[in-house]
């Protein structure tokens, strides 16, 4: 009896072990991945004359001058903290969560989401992308593994577009016309941002208020969050509030984001507050 319990033992220890040595792997290619994503800020990146807005549709124009305040260098990559809710539910029974979370948003390049959430019951790791490769990455009470997905088109694809809309709230500098960016005009308060990178594209469309700050983000998102799990295009999006001044930008710190966007079945799986923006 003591030969088994002692065998069981050193199965239990090796589990742990390996499970503790998998966490540590996620953990490094995660921090390694993160200081990637910062290099890529520009180190003397030209500052913000509202003439770079000439020519663009009006709504967009009005966006870029309210979110950044003239003689602003033109950062592109935010480190950005939240609080807020979160669920793994549906719109007939959330169950909403408590979260925290630090994130890093470089457009094109990618992103990280570091988040822990829950109460009794929490789970933490990352959603990301970085250097073409995404993974969504979560551990249960940091000992198992729960959730495992990326490196494949559809991930990439779907991580994509999530960051691009971001770039709407928190990083506008990434977001003036150039080699990856164009601007669309649809109405006369909203505009349709267009990005693309590595073979990838993700139209965004903005809605403005008369002072310029974006109040709605919509988008097709290439996305597997339906019954069925395919993935397909399907309308996402949120609500943007409650801005304050970062650096020279102009950011919303209030965000609602979710599936089937202005639609009857449309669930804010995502609630959070910003209480910080950093462009490290």
Same mark, same amino acid.
């Given at each position: 009896?003591?030969?088994?319990?002692?065998?069981?033992?050193?199965?239990?220890?090796?589990?742990?072990?390996?499970?503790?040595?998998?966490?540590?792997?996620?953990?490094?290619?995660?921090?390694?991945?993160?200081?990637?994503?910062?290099?890529?800020? !520009? /180190? &003397?990146?030209?500052?913000?004359?509202?003439?770079?807005?000439? @020519?663009?549709? =009006?709504?967009? #124009? %009005?966006?870029?001058?309210?979110?950044?305040?003239?003689?602003?260098?033109?950062?592109?990559?935010?480190?950005?903290?939240?609080?807020?809710?979160?669920?793994?539910?549906?719109?007939?029974?959330?169950?909403?969560?408590?979260?925290?979370?630090?994130?890093?948003?470089?457009?094109?390049?990618?992103?990280?989401?570091?988040?822990?959430?829950?109460?009794?019951?929490?789970?933490?790791?990352?959603?990301?992308?970085?250097?073409?490769?995404?993974?969504?990455?979560?551990?249960?009470?940091?000992?198992?593994?729960?959730?495992?997905?990326?490196?494949?088109?559809?991930?990439?694809?779907?991580?994509?577009?999530?960051?691009?809309?971001?770039?709407?709230?928190?990083? !506008? /500098? &990434?977001?003036?016309?150039?080699?990856?960016?164009?601007?669309? @005009?649809?109405? =006369?308060?909203? #505009? %349709?941002?267009?990005?693309?990178?590595?073979?990838?594209?993700?139209?965004?469309?903005?809605?403005?208020?008369?002072?310029?700050?974006?109040?709605?983000?919509?988008?097709?998102?290439?996305?597997?969050?339906?019954?069925?799990?395919?993935?397909?295009?399907?309308?996402?999006?949120?609500?943007?509030?409650?801005?304050?001044?970062?650096?020279?930008?102009?950011?919303?710190?209030?965000?609602?984001?979710?599936?089937?966007?202005?639609?009857?079945?449309?669930?804010?799986?995502?609630?959070?507050?910003?209480?910080?923006?950093?462009?490290?």
């Amino acid at each position: 009896m003591i030969k088994v319990m002692l065998a069981l033992l050193a199965v239990l220890a090796m589990v742990l072990v390996t499970l503790g040595a998998w966490r540590w792997s996620d953990k490094s290619a995660c921090r390694a991945a993160w200081a990637d994503l910062i290099a890529l800020q !520009p /180190a &003397a990146p030209p500052v913000f004359d509202p003439a770079m807005t000439d @020519g663009l549709p =009006e709504p967009a #124009a %009005r966006f870029f001058r309210f979110a950044i305040e003239p003689g602003t260098p033109l950062y592109t990559v935010a480190q950005i903290s939240m609080h807020g809710e979160f669920s793994l539910g549906d719109k007939a029974e959330p169950d909403y969560m408590p979260m925290r979370a630090e994130q890093v948003l470089a457009a094109p390049q990618g992103f990280i989401w570091k988040v822990r959430a829950g109460d009794t019951v929490w789970f933490s790791g990352s959603d990301g992308t970085s250097e073409g490769a995404s993974w969504s990455r979560f551990w249960l009470f940091g000992i198992l593994p729960v959730a495992r997905a990326g490196k494949n088109e559809d991930h990439a694809r779907a991580s994509f577009g999530r960051y691009v809309a971001e770039a709407v709230f928190w990083t !506008p /500098a &990434a977001l003036l016309p150039g080699e990856n960016v164009r601007w669309e @005009g649809v109405d =006369e308060s909203t #505009a %349709r941002v267009v990005m693309t990178q590595k073979g990838m594209q993700q139209a965004v469309d903005v809605t403005v208020d008369a002072e310029g700050g974006p109040r709605k983000v919509v988008f097709q998102r290439w996305s597997d969050a339906n019954p069925s799990k395919t993935y397909q295009l399907q309308p996402f999006g949120g609500y943007l509030s409650d801005y304050r001044t970062f650096g020279g930008f102009r950011l919303p710190t209030r965000i609602e984001a979710g599936n089937a966007f202005e639609t009857d079945d449309y669930f804010p799986f995502f609630k959070a507050t910003v209480t910080s923006i950093r462009f490290p």
